[in-house]
């Protein structure tokens, strides 16, 4: 467990990095900024959220209102200094990592404390590049225009991202034929049995043609990162497949954790954790998010464990005891995401919760998300106290 720190109380000497904001960075920067000097890095000038894929290739924009927020319009990331670049190395015992941005130079950045966020790499829609805003557009738009000249789509995988996939594109386009391949009798094999049940019944209903029993024989893994077209064969004996787009959401995931001493890792290349979140052996050094080790589910990240990690830094700055994370035992959420009949939300021992959908526009997204999650979110950027980006750097 991690324990006392020698640093000051003074905020201006408690420097705390958070590398990476995507979903967990973004809500753990948010708490530590109350209490300490924040400084974030990100591969992009916005949080370009990994969640509802489904609903980002079928209805792009509509994802892009809600799961893409500029930094600038989010209040409570007003005194947080976001640097915008890659982060290239750590050196844990001078507790500095060094990052590239996009003019080129490479910066220097001392913590005190460091978080690491820096999630995974997944299928097309989650890539650890560089990238400024139009860059995330032209993926945006460009995955979905591939999508509407295709008239069969083949989803491969069972899991959230593959269901949600299937289901959407399926209600954008009712007249393409829309597969879902996964192995086993029911997809979903990390959740509870009543939500595998629901989600089976409901994508049948929609009109996807779900194939279970069904394990692809994959291409390669640079292949796994694109939109593809052609035949897909299976392991499991079953005829070849042709499509005209084929979505690979087989959950190859790849930690991004290239920037970190091995001896932080597991063999899969995860950050290793205490049950604290702190990384055993690293005073200071803590994880959360996809990247961590945490449980077989590596659920932190879903089970809002931001505020955990948090709490425990700033414990770990303070000199006081932290606390322990628990996590679930089945994944939970959403499946599908927003549809016609609004949001349903799976408990982790498979209740089904709905929003209606009325209410997903009007209480969820604005009073929920926006100010109760996000603590108030601009409808146009504003001016941050806590520093300018590098990429602004470059340009002044």
Request: proline share 6%; glycine share 10%; with cysteine.
């Amino acid at each position: 467990m991690s324990s006392a720190a020698p640093h000051s109380h003074n905020r201006t000497t408690r420097r705390v990095v958070v590398a990476g904001m995507g979903d967990s960075g973004v809500l753990t920067a948010m708490h530590l900024a109350r209490r300490s000097s924040v400084v974030a890095v990100s591969l992009r000038p916005a949080l370009v959220s990994g969640q509802e894929v489904g609903l980002r290739i079928a209805y792009p924009d509509r994802w892009a209102r809600d799961y893409r927020v500029e930094f600038e319009r989010m209040r409570r990331l007003d005194p947080v200094d976001i640097r915008h670049g890659q982060i290239l190395d750590l050196d844990p015992d001078r507790r500095t990592l060094r990052l590239r941005t996009p003019p080129g130079p490479v910066e220097e950045i001392t913590y005190d404390a460091l978080v690491i966020a820096t999630g995974v790499a997944n299928g097309f829609w989650r890539q650890p590049v560089l990238e400024d805003s139009d860059d995330v557009d032209t993926a945006l738009h460009n995955v979905h225009g591939r999508l509407a000249h295709a008239q069969s789509i083949a989803v491969v995988g069972g899991g959230a991202a593959a269901c949600s996939s299937a289901a959407q594109l399926r209600r954008r386009w009712p007249e393409k034929r829309v597969a879902l391949y996964h192995p086993g009798d029911l997809p979903l094999p990390r959740h509870h049995d009543r939500t595998r049940r629901k989600v089976s019944r409901r994508l049948e209903s929609s009109g996807v043609d779900r194939q279970g029993g069904h394990r692809a024989v994959l291409p390669p893994d640079t292949e796994l990162e694109a939109i593809g077209a052609g035949s897909i064969h299976w392991s499991t004996g079953q005829a070849a497949v042709d499509a005209d787009a084929i979505i690979w959401a087989v959950g190859r995931v790849s930690p991004n954790t290239t920037w970190l001493p091995p001896d932080m890792l597991t063999d899969r290349g995860f950050v290793r954790v205490d049950d604290d979140l702190g990384v055993p052996g690293y005073r200071g050094v803590f994880a959360v998010g996809d990247v961590a080790d945490t449980d077989p589910l590596r659920g932190s990240a879903r089970n809002r464990a931001d505020r955990l990690v948090a709490r425990n830094v700033l414990a770990y700055l303070d000199g006081r005891g932290t606390r322990r994370y628990h996590p679930a035992q089945h994944r939970w959420g959403s499946v599908f995401g927003p549809s016609d009949n609004g949001l349903d939300v799976f408990s982790p021992n498979g209740i089904r919760f709905r929003f209606p959908r009325w209410t997903v526009d009007t209480v969820l997204q604005p009073l929920i998300v926006r100010r109760g999650i996000y603590g108030g979110v601009r409808r146009s950027g504003g001016v941050r106290r806590g520093g300018v980006s590098a990429q602004r750097r470059g340009r002044e």
